[in-house]
């Protein structure tokens, strides 16, 4: 009968080749890592020197910014402040005493002080003290006081202007 041989390995011993090749190819694997824990351990130490630099970086700025800024920050939060106040309140709040007899000509706000200066015209004397009482029943003002007061004439009619000084308790 004919035969027909399907293994094409000549026989199952190793030859000193093959040792070699798988000698030199563990030797190349072990290199490998150890070139590559050699890596990680440099990328490790240079992200703990970066993490050490930026603290003190960040150490040294801060305390160069309080120490050189601290005028800085008192001029803002003095900004804030005067942008916090709410003026809307105040403004909505005077606008609520409205009289046919009383306009406003001006109005003087000075933030850091909480006064508030008001120039009016008027038609009477009695407009005047009812109009300043409504002031003093707002409840966000006090010491609401008559600066001062002249009888003159606007377009041929006899008009008083006055000045009000109010602060305000907001």
Do not use: C
Not at 148 to 156: D, M, P
């Amino acid at each position: 009968m004919n035969m027909l041989e399907l293994n094409h390995i000549r026989s199952n011993q190793a030859t000193p080749g093959g040792y070699m090749v798988l000698t030199l190819g563990l030797l190349a694997l072990l290199m490998a890592l150890v070139w590559q824990q050699k890596i990680l351990a440099e990328n490790d130490m240079l992200q703990a020197r970066l993490t050490l630099r930026a603290d003190q970086l960040r150490q040294k700025v801060s305390a160069a910014e309080v120490v050189m800024h601290k005028p800085e920050s008192a001029a803002a939060q003095q900004a804030i402040l005067h942008i916090i106040l709410p003026w809307s309140g105040l403004l909505k709040g005077m606008e609520s005493i409205h009289r046919d007899d009383i306009r406003l000509m001006s109005l003087d706000p000075q933030w850091k002080r909480k006064l508030i200066q008001l120039r009016l015209l008027a038609t009477n004397r009695e407009a005047i003290w009812a109009y300043m009482e409504g002031l003093r029943q707002l409840g966000m003002m006090k010491e609401v006081k008559l600066k001062s007061s002249e009888s003159t004439h606007l377009n041929g009619m006899p008009v008083v202007a006055f000045e009000v000084e109010a602060l305000w308790d907001i």
